[in-house]
Every structure is written in structure tokens, then in C-alpha cells.
């Protein structure tokens, strides 16, 4: 291809272009997809944690409604009983109950607050990576006086690795 007006050369710019389209592909398969597939698994780990204390929330509502069954059962014995089975029946159910919720409660939040710190984590050390890969790179193009081209910094690059 030949020179256009204003010296523009089409075959560099195509050039440039492709190369352009090669380092994206790269950093694509190099950075996105692995940090990706970490993230998708810590999810996936998080996921399990939630369903993990689900699990003993409805447990805990089983052992509930398995003991309000049973206070139910024992209306008869409370009758006879009256004033004191009443009152030590209630207070047990009540403590019980109030435990029960207590401790679901406390599964949750621990898991929760697990799973925002776990994913915080995650987080801010895949932006630091990220960071330093884009510092790392920066640094070699402006600093070294010899890379006035891009494939003189291609060329220090490959050294390097």
C-alpha cells in the first residue's frame, strides 16, 4: 500500500491494529479467564456456606415444631398438673425456643459476614494483581528510553519472561 495524504500509512495502521487485537486476545486468556474461574469458585463456595446454614435454620424450625408437638401432646398432663407443670413448661419451651432462634441467628450472621469478608478478599487482591501487572507494564514502556517503538518493548518483554 502506498502513502496517503498527511503521511498515513494504512499497512501500519493495520499492522498496529492487529497486534492490538493479538495483546487483548492474550490478556484475555492470561488475566480474565483465570481470575474468572477463581471468582466462580469462591461463589460457588459461598453458595454452599448459605445453603450449609439453611440447612440448620430448618433444622432448628424442625426441632421447634417437633417440640411444640409435643407440648401439644402434654396438654393433658399440664391440666392435671395446672399451676406448676404450666408455669416450668412454658418457661422451658421459651428458652428453648428463643436458644433455637438465637442460634440460627448466629449461624447466619457468622456465615454472612464470612462470606463478605471471604468475597472483600477476593476482591481487593485480584485489583491489587491487576494493578501490578498494569504498573509492571507501564513502567517498562515509559521508563526505558530504548523502547521508543513497540516492538523493541515486545522484543524486552520476551527477554524478560
Known amino acids: 500500500m502506498g502513502n496517503l495524504p498527511l503521511n498515513i500509512d494504512i499497512q501500519q495502521i493495520l499492522l498496529h491494529l492487529f497486534n492490538f487485537f493479538i495483546l487483548f486476545a492474550g490478556m ?86 464470612k462470606s463478605i469478608a471471604e468475597h472483600d478478599r477476593i476482591i481487593n487482591d485480584a485489583q491489587k494483581e491487576i494493578a501490578d501487572l498494569v504498573n509492571e507494564a507501564t513502567q517498562k514502556i515509559v521508563l526505558d528510553p530504548k523502547l521508543d517503538t513497540y516492538d523493541q518493548f515486545i522484543s524486552a518483554v520476551e527477554k524478560d519472561s
Open 28 to 113: 484475555y486468556f492470561i488475566l480474565y479467564k483465570p481470575v474468572r474461574k477463581f471468582m466462580d469458585a469462591r461463589e460457588e463456595h459461598f453458595k454452599q456456606l448459605e445453603d450449609e446454614a439453611k440447612g440448620k435454620v430448618e433444622e432448628g424450625e424442625k426441632a421447634k415444631e417437633e417440640y411444640e408437638q409435643k407440648l401439644k401432646n402434654a396438654d393433658s398432663e399440664i391440666l392435671a398438673n395446672k399451676e406448676k407443670a404450666g408455669k416450668e413448661t412454658f418457661a422451658e419451651r421459651e428458652r428453648i425456643i428463643t436458644a433455637a432462634n438465637e442460634e440460627a441467628a448466629g449461624i447466619l450472621k457468622k456465615a454472612r459476614d
